[in-house]
T-cell receptor, first 115, second 108 residues
Framework: ETGVTQTPRHLVMGMTNKKSLKCEQHLGHNAMYWYKQSAKKPLELMFVYSLEERVENNSVPSRFSPECPNSSHLFLHLHTLQPEDSALYLC??????????????FGPGTRLTVT | DAKTTQPPSMDCAEGRAANLPCNHSTISGNEYVYWYRQIHSQGPQYIIHGLKNNETNEMASLIITEDRKSSTLILPHATLRDTAVYYCIVQGAQKLVFGQGTRLTINP
């Protein structure tokens, strides 16, 4: 248990569906992150939030829409996805975005399959 | 950000020490060395980090050479549960950049 939870753990959705991934951290951290891990590829950073404000968006398609209502919760809203979006989606948190050193604590991930 | 080089895979016998090398010859003075691991289909797990001095915690030891151009992560008594992909990351402030890592297999 890292103090970061993600739901659901597995999700199968069609290309026309709309779904949301949820992440919650119980560590009192101020920064939260979304990563994508496709098969046999390194983790790719998607979004970074610091105190509920988005500070980084790594050229992610608009069919992925993040939301951070408070510093403990992070959502990733999905719509009109493509089969190549099938991947493990990981949420992480850290104390701050810019402090060094800092470590990130990851959730268990959501395994997404787009059919 | 400095780039790291790790062997793609390594094997180690259960109960022995696992020594995972990492080269980071372009590391700059304010960059830390971090190690994470990822057990199959789980999120990465932070292991340890260091700047100049060797570090030890309950999971592992980190040995950084004096010139800081390379480091070694040591798992002193490897168990089957240590089988994972191990990532060496060199980073200052801001985001972590994960490479391909070393796939460590602990054999019974």
């Amino acid at each position: 248990e890292t103090g970061v939870t993600q739901t659901p753990r597995h999700l199968v959705m069609g290309m026309t569906n709309k779904k949301s991934l949820k992440c919650e951290q119980h560590l009192g951290h101020n920064a939260m992150y979304w990563y994508k891990q496709s098969a046999k590829k390194p983790l790719e950073l998607m979004f970074v939030y610091s105190l509920e404000e988005r500070v980084e968006n790594n050229s992610v398609p608009s069919r992925f829409s993040p939301e951070c209502p408070n510093s403990s919760h992070l959502f990733l809203h999905l719509h009109t996805l493509q089969p190549e979006d099938s991947a493990l989606y990981l949420c992480a948190s850290s104390q701050e975005v810019t402090a060094t050193p800092y470590e990130q604590y990851f959730g268990p991930g959501t395994r997404l399959t787009v059919t | 950000d400095a780039k790291t080089t790790q062997p793609p895979s390594m094997d180690c016998a259960e109960g022995r020490a696992a020594n995972l090398p990492c080269n980071h010859s372009t590391i700059s003075g304010n960059e830390y060395v971090y190690w994470y691991r990822q057990i199959h289909s789980q999120g990465p797990q932070y292991i340890i980090h260091g700047l100049k001095n060797n570090e030890t915690n309950e999971m592992a030891s980190l040995i950084i050479t004096e010139d800081r151009k390379s480091s070694t992560l040591i798992l002193p008594h490897a168990t089957l549960r240590d089988t994972a992909v191990y990532y060496c990351i060199v980073q200052g402030a801001q985001k972590l950049v994960f490479g391909q890592g070393t796939r460590l297999t602990i054999n019974p």
